[in-house]
Structures are given as C-alpha cells and as structure tokens.
C-alpha cells in the first residue's frame, strides 16, 4: 500500500477509535454482547462490546475488556458475565445507560 493510499485509511481507523465507553449513549430493547474486529494501534484495545440489536452505525454503546456494571436476575447477570469472558455472542433484552455506565438486563433471548 503506497503513502498516497494508507493517509486515508488510516484517519478513517482513527476516526472510528473513539472509546465506545466514552460516550453518554442510552439505549433500551435488544441488545447483544458481541466480539468486536476492531484494529487498534495502541493498547488497550477492547475486543468485545454492546450494542443495539440493530445499530444503524454500528458502534458500539460499550466497549471495553471488562464489562459494565450489570444488574438482573442472577443466572442472566452470570450468563452476560461469561459470554463478555469468552467473547460469545448473546442477544438480551435490557436497557444500557451511558451516564453512569450500567447494563439493566430483563432477560437473556440466547445466542446470536
């Protein structure tokens, strides 16, 4: 890849870097955890987000190593927890709030 072709490449992927765990974004349906397949340049780099079920952008609402705060039913909370571990993919019905950062899940809806 020549210089001429990295520069705009590049500043896309620097661009589209803005830490999901940044942002004050709300959002409240259905959700999934998913593995991200982001590049990063520097560390830490999060490899696993939340995001709306259908995300018209799709950023993430969260994006970090280590999940957000999370409440709900046991089992569920347990069920986002290993899923966030493992960076499996699971749909869930809930509500994530941006400031502060907490995940509200209702109900697992299984895997993606």
Do not use: H, N
């Not at 927890?81 to 509500?95: Q, Y």
């Amino acid at each position: 890849m020549t210089m001429r072709t990295a520069a705009p490449v590049l500043a896309l992927a620097l661009v589209t870097m803005v830490p999901a765990s940044a942002g004050e974004a709300d959002a409240e349906g259905r959700l999934r955890i998913k593995s991200e397949t982001v590049m990063c340049l520097r560390a830490p780099c999060p490899r696993i987000g939340l995001l709306a079920a259908i995300a018209a952008d799709g950023r993430p609402l969260f994006a970090s190593s280590a999940p957000p705060p999370m409440t709900g039913a046991a089992a569920d909370v347990a069920a986002a927890t290993e899923a966030w571990r493992t960076g499996a993919c699971l749909m869930l019905e809930g509500r994530y709030r941006g400031a502060p950062q907490r995940l509200e899940i209702r109900r697992i809806l299984g895997t993606c």
